[in-house]
């Protein structure tokens, strides 16, 4: 007699066809995530093509008791897609787009990749201002599942922010079509941000309407070495007031990160010597160049002795070369184990008392571990590395208490863009107001009562 899964996997080759249910050897680039931290065999991976396929897909997996686990570029940073057995469900071929110039919106498939989302806006003078390190391989539905925040938040904001509409599978096979192109829409409780940051714990995202963005015609970019952390803060502000707001970068690179840069990536040469605190600038101006208004802000900040050293790019090579030092952070970051990986959120104020005081006590702690920050600062983002000495999981777990005391005391948040996915779970379950635990638990057993979307994500189960 044939077992359940074979079952299942039959009746997916016959909704799908066989080219679209990966199985065996097929499968073992979607069990592994871009970390490696994390690995698990799922049961098959499934390609549907469209919607429809995905309905059937989901109602074929609830018939034979499979859980579901929707996979987008697979470069979540959380082990969101990590589950043994599971049915994961790409929807790498659902890559429809249709650009609307006259709304300044686009619609998309959950498949569609974000260097895609990019080429495409380009084309009609307009910019999806979404971007991060991973923005070739990144999709849709995961970066709408993870509300992924990245280098421009400061100017435009995250992603919750840039989406307009959304289409998703629920859990019993109805399809929830919140498909609007309104700037405004006022009918009810705001289901469309449920579903972005869910992680993929509610539904499947399968399409969504995204805003775009006047393209800036001028970019003025750098990279500064500044005598401190509120040094760099006050030049923050000094070229938003001379800008009038074209920030949209504000990337912090600390010494730590730029002797790792140079070790790993001798190919990206840094224009002047290692200082402790350096910082990534690009202002995009719609109307006037800004390049006057860059070198006159760092001239005043050279005069008030904020600015050590600075390289402006001169053109748009160079400019890319200051953003590829930047964007290099997630391959520096994962080089080596143990790990405690961080990703906090803190008032702006709060970021150049949190770092020694996090070093203090990380010294009590564990005198020889080493660690790596690199910030999107304009937005307070902290992406803090943890590199111990020891690998036990009781140690490792008091060097992350110890991060969240820090973060909580400054009035932060411990997760700030790449989401909770399993890496979390434990500080979540510390730190999220426990009412808010129950409010989450209530909706997730509202919308998926069987726990069948990704299970044992997001939400701590119960102590
Ligand atoms: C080099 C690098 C740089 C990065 N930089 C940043 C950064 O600056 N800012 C930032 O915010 N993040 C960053 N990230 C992490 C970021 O979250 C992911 O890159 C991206 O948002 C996830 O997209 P993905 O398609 O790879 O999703 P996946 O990794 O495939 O999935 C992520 C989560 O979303 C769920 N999911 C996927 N598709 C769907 C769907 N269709 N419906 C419902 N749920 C779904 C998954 O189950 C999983 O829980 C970086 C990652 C890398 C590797």
Request: charge should be negative; glycine fraction near 8%.
């Amino acid at each position: 007699m044939k077992d359940e899964r074979q079952t299942a996997l039959d009746e997916l080759r016959e909704e799908l066809g066989e080219r679209h249910v990966l199985t065996g050897g097929e499968v073992e680039r979607f069990g592994r995530d871009w970390t490696g931290k994390w690995h698990a065999a799922p049961v098959a991976v499934v390609r549907p093509a469209d919607t429809d396929e995905v309905v059937r897909v989901v109602r074929i997996a609830a018939r034979h008791d499979l859980a579901i686990v929707p996979v987008g570029g697979n470069t979540g940073l959380v082990g969101g897609t990590s589950n043994e057995g599971a049915l994961m469900v790409s929807l790498e071929r659902l890559t429809e787009i249709a650009v609307n110039p006259d709304t300044a919106t686009m619609q998309v498939g959950a498949g569609v990749v974000l260097s895609d989302i990019h080429d495409r806006a380009a084309h009609h003078d307009l910019i999806f201002p979404l971007t991060f390190g991973a923005r070739g391989s990144a999709r849709v539905g995961g970066f709408l599942a993870t509300n992924a925040g990245g280098s421009n938040v400061v100017r435009y904001g995250a992603t919750r922010g840039l989406v307009l509409g959304l289409e998703v599978v629920l859990a019993d096979g109805r399809v929830l079509d919140l498909m609007s192109h309104l700037r405004k829409d006022n009918t009810g409780y705001d289901l469309r941000d449920l579903f972005i940051g869910a992680e993929g714990t509610l539904g499947i995202i399968t399409a969504a309407v995204l805003r775009l963005a006047p393209r800036p015609r001028h970019h003025a970019a750098a990279l500064v070495a500044v005598r401190d952390l509120p040094a760099a803060l006050a030049l923050l502000r000094r070229l938003q007031a001379a800008t009038d707001g074209a920030v949209e970068a504000f990337e912090y690179m600390p010494r730590a990160y730029m002797a790792a840069l140079s070790e790993h990536r001798p190919d990206l040469r840094q224009p002047f010597a290692i200082h402790d605190h350096t910082v990534m600038i690009d202002l995009g101006g719609l109307s006037r160049p800004l390049d006057e208004a860059l070198e006159d802000a760092l001239t005043e900040a050279v005069e008030a002795g904020h600015v050590l050293d600075a390289m402006i790019a001169q053109n748009e090579a160079q400019r890319a070369h200051v953003w590829a030092m930047r964007e290099a952070a997630a391959e520096i970051t994962f080089t080596r184990l143990p790990i405690v990986d961080s990703d906090v959120a803190l008032p702006l104020d709060a970021v150049a008392r949190f770092i020694p005081e996090m070093e203090a006590r990380l010294a009590r702690l564990d005198d020889g571990a080493d660690h790596l920050i690199v910030a999107h600062l304009g937005d307070g983002n902290v992406h803090l590395t943890i590199y111990p000495t020891r690998d036990e999981p009781g140690h490792l777990d008091a060097i992350r208490e110890m991060v969240e005391d820090v973060t909580v005391e400054m009035r932060g948040s411990i997760s700030a863009e790449h989401g909770i996915g399993l890496s979390k779970l434990a500080t979540l379950s510390r730190r999220k107001n426990p009412v808010a635990l129950d409010v989450m638990r209530a909706i997730k057993a509202a919308l998926d009562p069987e726990h069948r979307m990704n299970p044992g994500k997001v939400i701590p189960s119960k102590p």
